[in-house]
């Protein structure tokens, strides 16, 4: 059974930085063969959007103009971790996060996702 768990979501001023880190399981995640692991959020009262996702198998990666050159979607330190990390945050950012996987290919749209974390919550204060 595949789970994916979201940590490092928080509180954070404007222009602050932060981490969340997408822990896998039931499967795994190497150059051995493609698949996605991607990042994915959801503001109150609107749809969920794809913000980064990063390939397997060579290290491709998506980010959504409003998230580029601001977020870095990268394997964390420990296996099977997909890290986001977040500068320059602003209030338009706040939103939950979730962590999503798929096999066997590179896509980044949210129905394109076979599993999902429960998601981490992300506040941006002014």
């Known amino acids: 059974e595949v789970q994916l768990v979201e940590s490092g979501g928080g509180l954070v001023q404007a222009g602050g930085s932060l981490r969340l880190s997408c822990t896998a399981s039931?499967?795994?995640?190497?150059?051995?063969?493609?698949?996605?692991i991607g990042w994915f959020r959801q503001a109150p009262g609107k749809e969920r959007e794809a913000v980064a996702c990063l390939s397997s198998g060579d290290g491709a990666t998506y980010y959504a103009d409003s998230v580029k050159g601001r977020f870095t979607v990268s394997r964390g330190n420990a296996k099977n971790t997909v890290d986001l990390q977040m500068n320059n945050l602003k209030p338009e950012d706040t939103a939950v996060y979730y962590c999503?996987?798929?096999?066997?290919?590179?896509?980044?749209?949210?129905?394109?996702?076979?599993?999902w974390g429960k998601g981490t919550l992300v506040t941006v204060s002014p």
């Open positions: 999503a996987n798929r096999g066997y290919t590179f896509v980044c749209f949210d129905y394109g996702m076979d599993n």
């Open positions: 039931g499967f795994t995640f190497d150059d051995s063969i493609i698949s996605t």
